[in-house]
């Protein structure tokens, strides 16, 4: 591999590996800004990955293993809003249990069906569509970073706009921002918070679905554990976003980048591999902790 | 029939055994500004929240513009044309004016999108009309006290509000803020709005008010037409007549100083008007001191001061003569300090805990050996209060499972069981039945017989007219009166103290010169 080559696959393949962060973060900002912190991101994704890895493969329809995932997902974040939200246990742990019930009932089925605790590898099944565009392909480097990915990947570019016009254009997204900054204020004026926390919960049931989908579909495989640790990291970026969908872009496209990284730097460099494949951790804990810096001299400052 | 008649009101709070309205008529006429007013925990703020529909009467009818209505929520009451202008102000800080205001009823454009523009120019429109001083696009966060106010009454207005509840709208607000208050007020009715004001403070009343209800205890004592009382008679109207407590005050002598206050004052940044105003307080060992005044004039500022949860920014508090202006609420019971907090379900007990818990949290350290809580021990001790104090509990049952009157029990045994020589009540009987309120009365006049100095702070002032040796009425902060409870002295002119009527300090700033005069 020569040195002035290296970068551009690299960063083709940080574009590949930063959608499914991206959709997860961009749900969980819709839960964050309705006032929740939503740990259950991981587990959603998860259950997002099975399903639809399952179901494409049982009916032979990318489209329908889809939205058959995206359907599973959102129901358990029903069932975690509705514990959480009308049964008013705490959301801390709700979340944890739906991430471990998440971890457990893949696994289980997964035994049930295919009867196989490990990878289940789905040979007949049709890869993701790939966007080619050849006249933009051309264009140097950026066209060979940007262009020929999987539908799925522009599908979250789209999200962010979506998330954004929500957000910041709609009667919703005013009331979704409204409820997590001052919920008496939404309550006073007779709407109800719990109504649109429920609604934020199923928001990241949807994008946690997809971002699930891509994980397994682009594998043609389902590996337990398959998000490892994903959704985690995606809520980390909601964070170092700043709790804008841009914002949120930007910090994916870092993790994106630093498991890249670490995917091309074993071997490539001499450094032990566990080092390696804990770079994209290594970094979120850097990036964690930058940001509380930042945030600490910010808050400093409007006081003054 | 009236523009808005409230008929037969009545709502009981099972959880803690008040009947906060019993059988309330209220009647308002068209485009007349209607003072609703009383003591803290009359029942104004319920009638008010039952008529804004948050919360639902368990009898009687409201009509409104002639016909029978049933409120189930806030938007049902804004349906009909009333708005609520909450007395702690319900907007999200990081949003516009603009966009508090149309929250919830949002103008759109295609349909799916917010449209910004006609929100600003609908919001510009009421202000200009009703000659409000807030920009739209400024943010809540930034803005004062008095336009944070003007935001809530613009968005009523914005909803096509014709009757609007104001509760204690002037509490919060400076006396300019006020000013301004009364001109919009004045403003809304040249416009035909009508509009209920809640308040406790008397000028308001005869300023501003057509009529008056006058309520007490959960009922409606009076309807007046301003025009036609005095503050005086009102203030009668308000506290009711003397009710003799069944207790026997038997005379004392007073020894040393077991507490003291020497100007204690609190201002907060950005508030012109200080918290507390240079307070003098003593209290002997022997004596039973009572503190009377309205909520909000600085009853729980000396409360919070005295237990050690909010210093004070001047002045100095000696307990049995120990400096401990400075001293944290632990340094402060390890100095003797023994306290019944008015917030009993919150700051004096530990609802999920046990009551074995509850009774030993102040003195844990006496039940260890090695380090470890001596089981037999603190059961002993807790059936021993139990039994002393003939609480309804058993040991190991959490403190949330016992009534008002028995938690009240649990911590006024704790509290008692140390042999203080200096303990605080404030507000002990508020909510109890009278049996429990009884109860807290003679064990205040056991302490005070045993030698013990016992500070009473209360908005009750039958307990304190019927315990107290001397009293202190606080309004606005400051010390207005300070009388021996001698036969002379009876609830009407505690009354009119508290009420701001009279005031022995002639004012913050002269009392001030005397002192430097004397200095």
Redesign the interface.
Known sequence: MSNSSFPVPMLHSTIRIMAPFLLAALGGLFTELAGMLNIALEGLMLIGAFFSVVFAAATGSLFLGIVLGIAASVAAAYVFGFISLNLRANVFITGLATNLFAEGITVVLAFQIFGNKGVIRFENLARLPVLSIPSLQRIPVLGDILVGHNVLVYVSWIMVVVAAIIIYKTPFGLRIRGTGSNPGAVEAIGLSPKRYRMYAILISGFTCGLAGAILSLQMGAFVPGITAGRGWIALVAIYLGNKTPLGIFIACMVFGFAESFSNYAQGAIDVPADFILSFPYIITVIAMIGFSIVQHYRLKGSDT | MAYLQMHGITKLYPASGVLANDAVDLSVEENEIHAVIGENGAGKSTLMKLLY?LEQPDAGEIHFRGKHVAIR????A?RLGIGMV?QHF??????TVA??VV????P?KQG???DRQSAVKDVTKVIEEHGFSIDPKQKAKDLTVGQMQQVEIV?MLYRNAELLILDEPTSVLTEQEIESLFATLGNLLSRGKTIILITHKLDEVTHMSHRVTVMRGGKVVAVRNTSDVDKRELSRLMVGKDILLQVNRGPTTYGDTVLEMKEISIRCRGQERPLLDRIDLQVRSGELVGIAGVGGNGLAEIEDVIGGLRGATQGSMFLNGVDVTSFSSEQLREAGLAYVPADRLHRGASLPSTVRENCIVTKHHDFLRAGVLQRRDVREFTRHLIDQFSIAASEGMPAGNLSGGNIQKMILARELSGQSNFILFSEPTWGLDIASSQFVYEKMLELRERGAGVLLISSNLDEILGLADTILVLYRGRVVGRLENTDTLSKEIIGEYMLGLRDDSHGPHETNQTEVRRG
Do not use: C, S, W, Y
């Open positions: 529909g929520d806030p938007l049902a804004n909450h319900k907007l999200v800080p990081d949003f966009e508090n929250l919830g009823m949002e759109r799916l999108f917010i968005k």
